[in-house]
């Protein structure tokens, strides 16, 4: 299946079960194969909240007559001290062999004075590369029940939802060349890189965005910075010639250099439905977009391919600091696999009741300690993934 069409499922739709139309009962209860999900844990609190997701996933895969059949691998640090290496060759394969891959996070304190190539971060890039998983969905939304938690006024962020699309594959993060070198007039050392993009590379997440915004709110803004850089004239050509395809006339595109969109997005926040743009840039204004919302503990990401799995993960890191002290805050991962559900295996009533339950937690008051709010329960890790599996139940009888 195409990413075009898989992204296009619900692509505004965001998490808290906002506007989810739940399917009946037992609906999609006809004897479908159990989807192969590829887990990758991975390090820190990756563990600790990955527990929760197949627990959340397979309580609502129930409800929906839905089945998991989970695989599991050694990614990052944790694949270092295993295997010697990031992403191990069999890893790999576990994935593509997979329907979709549902990472948790990697890093930590252990490694953080290897080498670059060595460190765990390596095979988070492989792992993208590996499966060409060239557009990243990385949605902000502001939930009702945490608008207090920004630390930007609630009027400026309340009802923020942004879709970020940015591409995962290219510039800057793989051209070559790149490397460290003498400089030839005074023999100081250089450390480069290169930044570049093809046409083809431009034109598929272009594709990709503009099915995104159409299915929301029909406006994508494209970021650059073509007043200066070649790499971005191109494109801005291609985003705007793409754009001009019959099929994209419902959705109006507008351009912004990447400095005024980073200070556009603190000003005005509103003002950005879907959003484009290339790896780096979008490394950069995906962590500023998830700030709006008050904490990074809430937002699942979405990485997907032309046809093979894609890698569903928390826009968040591995937290060494709280690892292995349930404390770890389990709704980002519960919402990338809902993500998984969504746009990756074909299961959007998994999907709604995931994201349904979460939105009941936090209107029932649970909170963990990185969203922790007078008056409200601050729980543990494991302690919000029972309220979780309650609340689906909840939810289910309800309906
Ligand atoms: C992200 C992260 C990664 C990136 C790092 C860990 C390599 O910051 O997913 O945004 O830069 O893409
Ligand atoms: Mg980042």
Redesign the pocket.
Known sequence: MAARARAGRGGGAGAGGRGAARAPRGARAAAAAAKRVCLLPGDGIGPEISAVAVEVLEAAGRLEGAEFAFSEAPVGGAAIDAAGEPLPASTLEACRASDAVLLAAIGGYKWDTLPAKERP?RG??ALRAGLDCFANLRPAYVLPQLADASSLKSEVVSGVDIMVVRELVGGIYFGEPRGFGEDAATGARTGFNTMVYTEPEIERIARVAFDIAQKRQGRLVSVDKSNVLEVSQLWREVVSRIGADAGNAGVDLSHMYVDNAAMQLIRNPKQFDTVVTGNIFG?IL?DAAAMLTGSIGMLPSASISESGPGVYEPVHGSAPDIAGQDRANPLAMVLSAAMMCRYGLDLPGVADRMEAAVSLVLDQGFRTGDIMQEGKQEVGCKRMGEALLAALEEANVKA
């Open positions: 971060e988070l890039l490394d995906s």
